[in-house]
């Protein structure tokens, strides 16, 4: 077994060659490892990677019988800021209070975060779209984030899980059929 793939609980489960999402040459060798994660439970980890352009590509997920899904849960305060999620390569996160949407791409990767940890994703990414000119939209939306990670302001938090290996841990955390907005999104057909 490799070093440093989720510890020692950590079993290899499969090993596969698929065509590379960069090149698209037949070079891409996906390695998938099943560990036990304390909260999570059975976790799948898989790192793929091209021999011959070299694109890299990791990914979590929880293995739960459960398929696509919408994951919602209402941001309240601090409470919910800190409830552990894995987010996986293929989900989308909306809030729609405030219209932020993150829709996955090819280079998206999957990951074990918290609420507020999400809420940082959007910083940053707010950040690099505003750059150096920041108009009012960008200072409204920077200023809520960073409220929003404050504590400050409740708002609700959509998660599509495409491949049904996302998850948020807590009390209220609602999830239910994937709905149009959902499948409305680029990363459905991914
Ligand atoms: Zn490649």
């Not at 994660?37 to 976790?43: A, D, E, T």
């Not at 999400?118 to 910083?123: A, D, H, K, R």
């Not at 959902?182 to 991914?190: E, P, Q, R, T, V």
């Amino acid at each position: 077994m490799d070093e440093g793939l989720g510890g020692s609980g950590a079993i290899k489960i499969s090993e596969y060659v698929v065509g590379c999402p960069y090149c698209g040459r037949y070079t891409f060798k996906v390695e998938e490892y099943v560990y036990e994660v304390p909260v999570f439970g059975r976790i799948l980890l898989s790192v793929g990677s091209c021999s011959e352009c070299g694109f890299k590509r990791r990914d979590v997920g929880v293995l739960e019988e459960k398929g696509p899904k919408k994951i919602v849960l209402r941001v309240r305060g601090e409470r919910e800021l800190r409830y552990l999620m894995v987010k996986s390569a293929r989900a989308a996160i909306l809030i729609p209070d405030v219209g932020l949407e993150y829709t996955p791409t090819m280079y998206s990767y999957g990951y074990i975060t918290t609420v507020e940890g999400i809420l940082y994703e959007f910083q940053q990414a707010a950040l690099i779209a505003c750059g150096g000119v920041q108009t009012q939209e960008c200072r409204d939306v920077l200023s809520w984030i960073e409220r929003a990670i404050n504590g400050e302001v409740e708002f609700t938090m959509v998660v599509c899980d495409f491949d049904g290996l996302s998850k948020i841990v807590g009390e209220d955390v609602i999830e239910g059929e994937l709905d149009e907005t959902c499948k409305s999104l680029i990363g459905y057909s991914i």
